[in-house]
């Protein structure tokens, strides 16, 4: 709703459709909207239903998640039907997957697939991107501080309670990585974790990053199609993420707190 109502908003002159498999909540958001776009019907666990809708468009932009349940037909009906693809996922090991599956065909015909397009990861991805461009030389280390605002939404909640069935390789810290990209170097300075410390010159403590594991995975492949593509950030560039916060005792609590929320899950 939020997308739908900002797109109505802001790009009025767009010409784009609501799509989703409950016609009497689409219809009704139509309504609250005052949107004259077209109203299309497919379920995520019907293909047939999905070619239909990707045959209908040049763009999917899909925001219901968990995405590795929901997500992956659409991708699929999009790479057969010639339609670009985009998300808000944050489910890296899904995001693999669908490299393994799709890319090949996907680059032959010209389809952009892309992924975490949200919170996860467009600050921390392009964000990288615009800091290293600003640079003459290159760039060993980027280290992104974030402070959280906002609660997760109810796909964000269920996602997290399915991690525990992720396979322990698909938590790699370089796991969207093409093959051969990964200095040792690297790997040394990549391992998941954090560190409670005053960080000068942002007035807070680092801790935890509530995205860290999503969002690092995704400047890390960025950053090796970056160095394959002669246009590389720097040498054995490497990618940190953390949480930050006003005090030392709220970064505890928030970072131990999370540590032990997954630890459970998992």
């Not at 309504?31 to 468009?57: C, H, K, M, W, Y």
């Not at 219901?64 to 010639?82: D, I, K, T, W």
Request: glycine letters at 8%.
């Amino acid at each position: 709703q939020l997308c739908a109502k900002y797109l109505q908003d802001n790009y009025a002159d767009l010409n784009w459709a609501m799509a989703g498999r409950d016609k009497d909540k689409l219809e009704q958001l139509k309504l609250d909207l005052n949107f004259s776009g077209d109203v299309l019907i497919a379920d995520a666990q019907d293909l047939e239903a999905l070619r239909e809708l990707a045959r209908q468009t040049k763009v999917v932009l899909s925001t219901a998640g968990p995405f590795a349940r929901y997500g992956s037909l659409l991708v699929q009906a999009c790479v057969e039907q010639g339609a670009h693809y985009t998300d808000i996922t944050g489910e890296n090991h899904w995001v693999r997957d669908l490299i393994d599956k799709h890319h090949e065909e996907a680059a032959s015909k010209g389809i952009r697939i892309i992924p975490s397009c949200g919170y996860d990861s467009i600050p921390s991805d392009i964000g990288t991107y615009f800091a290293v461009s600003q640079f003459d030389k290159p760039v060993s280390r980027v280290d992104v501080y974030q402070e959280a605002v906002g609660t997760a939404s109810g796909g964000t909640t269920e996602t997290m309670f399915t991690i525990g069935n992720v396979p322990k390789k698909m938590r790699d810290p370089f796991v969207l990585n093409p093959e051969n990209t990964v200095s040792d170097t690297q790997k040394k300075h990549s391992k998941d974790g954090f560190k409670i410390q005053k960080i000068e010159g942002l007035d807070g403590w680092s801790g935890i990053g509530m995205m860290a594991i999503a969002n690092t995975r995704v400047v890390r492949r960025s950053a090796a199609l970056m160095e394959q593509n002669q246009n590389s950030y720097g040498k054995d560039f490497v990618f940190g993420e953390h949480g930050l916060f006003k005090t030392k005792k709220l970064a505890r609590i928030t970072s131990y707190g999370l540590l032990i929320a997954v630890m459970i899950i998992a």
